[in-house]
């Protein structure tokens, strides 16, 4: 009677340690690790918890694994899914693409992401921490800015975007009119000059064959000749008058 008890109490924790290798010969542990901070982890659909899990029992020899950096219902969140084959000991890493959230002051500032334009202020920008990216910011009447990437890029930034000296660009662009004025007035001054010099030689000789020749021909021509020398000697005048008084305004 003793040795019947004996063996049915072998029997049973024999028994009960086949069924517990059993069960811990089913199991597997999964280890998932991410390069951001928190996030969130889903297995077959059911959140377990937040990066980095360590040691997750899984029964199943196939996963499907679902990691997200924002709440899974929220659309601009980078979401990896993957069917994942557990092994005894299953180790995960997986690297996110870095996420920087630009803001300007004003904002709807044009983002240029690596020489291509990906929209307005603000925004969220995903990029590969591993090379180097451009962000250029250009607004109108607003000094452009060029920021690049690196391993200590934050992840929001705050831009107050200078405005241009208005008044300066307009002084600079009443020199640039004065000074074309002044190459206008030099050139009409020349360019009248000569013809007032030309058309006085032209009414003396006209003038001599006059006395020469009494003619009303010449006579035309002497007064003809003679007035357009005067109108561009007045225009002359003039441009040198004009290029003189914008010359000591300045």
């Given amino acids: 009677m003793i040795s019947k008890l004996i063996n049915i109490k072998l029997y049973i924790i024999f028994l009960t340690f086949a069924t517990l290798s059993s069960t811990s010969a089913q199991n597997k542990k999964i280890s998932i690790h991410t390069d951001i901070d928190s996030a969130f982890v889903f297995i077959d659909n059911q959140f377990i918890g937040y990066t980095p899990i360590n040691d997750f029992i899984i029964s199943k020899d196939t996963i499907n694994l679902l990691i997200t950096d924002e709440n899974v219902l929220n659309w601009s969140s980078q979401k990896i899914n993957e069917n994942i084959i557990v092994n005894k000991d299953t180790s995960i890493f997986i690297y996110f693409k870095h996420k920087v959230y630009v803001n300007t002051l004003p904002d709807n500032a044009e983002i240029i992401f690596n020489d291509k334009t990906i929209g307005k202020s603000p925004l969220f920008i995903l990029y590969d921490n591993t090379t180097i990216n451009k962000i250029e910011i250009k607004k109108e009447n607003y000094h452009s800015l060029v920021l690049k990437t690196d391993s200590t890029f934050p992840k929001t930034i705050s831009l ?34 000569i013809i007032s010099g030309y058309s006085k030689m032209r009414a003396d000789h006209y003038e001599a064959e006059y006395y020469n020749n009494k003619t009303n021909t010449n006579k035309e021509k002497v007064y003809l000749y003679d007035t357009i020398s005067n109108i561009s000697l007045i225009i002359f005048e003039c441009s040198l008058i004009s290029i003189s008084y914008l010359l000591l305004k300045d």
């Fill in 160 to 193: 107050k975007l200078q405005e241009l000296n208005t008044d300066q660009d307009k002084n600079l662009k009443k020199i640039k009119s004065n000074n074309n004025l002044n190459e206008y007035l030099i050139i009409g001054g020349i360019i009248s000059g």
